[in-house]
């Protein structure tokens, strides 16, 4: 029997890869009637780096955010997925995913961008896609390939 996926979680960072993730999420929404969930988790520890935090840093990359939602959102819909929820979170997307949007949605289904981060940053902190499909409670798809299933420039 196949499994059916009731809330399908996709997490959004800009990246081709999770462009990638995000139209294939579409798909297996639409064919299981799901709610999607897209998430932006703008990472916190971005601006610790930066000597005088200023709040409009936040504010900004919230703007832009909730702009590229707007616009994933209105693609799925396009594409006949018709439960969709935007989300714009704080914190470090590992714990966020895995520990908070996926219990409090019920989330069934993980779909990511296999790559992301650059290699020193995979060294240092470790991927988001590794660390969510070692601890996640449900079903993760880690996406490598485009909606053609052709493998993505980065991955080859």
Do not use: W
Not at 64 to 77: F, P
Not at 98 to 113: A, S, W
Not at 140 to 146: E, K, M, N, S
Request: glycine share 4%; charged share 30%; net charge negative.
């Amino acid at each position: 029997m196949l499994k059916e996926y009731k809330n399908i979680l996709v997490a959004v960072d800009g990246s081709d890869g999770s462009d990638q993730a995000f139209k294939k999420a579409v798909q297996v929404a639409k064919r299981n009637n799901s709610i999607l969930y897209i998430a932006h988790i703008i990472d916190i520890r971005a601006f610790e780096s930066v000597s005088s935090f200023d709040e409009s840093l936040a504010e900004d990359a919230a703007k832009v955010a909730k702009e590229t939602l707007d616009k994933y959102s209105d693609y799925a819909k396009e594409h006949g997925v018709e439960d969709i929820h935007c989300l714009i979170e704080y914190g470090a997307p590992k714990t966020i995913i895995t520990q908070r949007l996926q219990k409090e949605y019920h989330i069934d289904l993980i779909m990511l961008g296999a790559t992301g981060l650059n290699a020193m940053e995979r060294i240092l902190i470790g991927s988001v896609s590794s660390y969510v499909s070692r601890h996640a409670h449900c079903d993760v798809l880690i996406v490598r390939t485009d909606i053609q299933n052709k493998l993505l420039k980065k991955d080859k």
